[in-house]
């Protein structure tokens, strides 16, 4: 009986740890490539021995938090106008009528809390006309980025 309650305990931690894998704006995948069962524990272990240096704290936002930032993630992705590869990072550009400055900076601050290792810049170019959120951070971010994003070389 106490072996039974262990396995149901643990397999409750396990769906709420892939539910705030899963989750995370930066590491929206699709159904295919979502990692499950050993492939996250593996995930959670790595990040635990500090061997990858680019993941999401998932405790860092509440629940209803982490649903308003996934839904401004969204509205931001889709809202995008152009990518732009720099010498550190990418550059998102957005049109004021689409994204508003006070979304993008909400957005950043949220981001911030559970993905540290970014480094965010936020311009309004082009006599307000071009909202420009620029990504950057240490060595490898950009590559993590690039991944994250699926974007083209």
Same mark, same amino acid.
């Given at each position: 009986?106490?072996? +039974? ?7 409750? +931690? *396990? ?5 705030? $894998?899963? $989750?995370?704006?930066? =590491? ?6 979502? !990692?499950?069962? %050993? ?10 021995? *500090?061997? #990858?240096? @680019?993941? =999401?704290?998932?405790?860092? &936002?509440? !629940? ?7 839904? $401004?993630?969204? %509205? ?11 010498? +550190? *990072? ?5 049109? !004021?009528a689409d994204v508003t400055v006070l ?14 290792? @970014? /480094? ?18 240490? /060595? *490898? ?9 699926? &974007?083209? #070389?």
């Open positions: 009986m106490k072996n +039974k309650l262990k396995q149901t305990i643990g397999r409750k +931690k *396990g769906m709420v740890a892939t539910s705030a $894998l899963l $989750l995370c704006p930066w =590491c929206i995948t699709s159904a295919e490539t979502r !990692p499950t069962g %050993k492939a996250i524990a593996q995930k959670e272990e790595k990040m635990a021995e *500090g061997t #990858n240096r @680019f993941y =999401c704290n998932t405790k860092a &936002l509440s !629940p209803a938090e982490r649903i308003k930032h996934e839904a $401004l993630t969204k %509205k931001l992705l889709s809202a995008r106008k152009a990518t732009v590869e720099t010498e +550190k *990072g990418y550059e998102l550009q957005f049109s !004021p979304e993008v900076a909400e957005w950043v601050v949220a981001e911030s809390k559970c993905c540290s290792f @970014f /480094d965010f810049h936020i311009d309004l170019e082009n006599v307000g006309t071009l909202i420009c959120l620029r990504l950057t951070g240490i /060595d *490898g971010v950009k590559q993590f980025i690039r991944t994250e994003f699926h &974007l083209l #070389n």
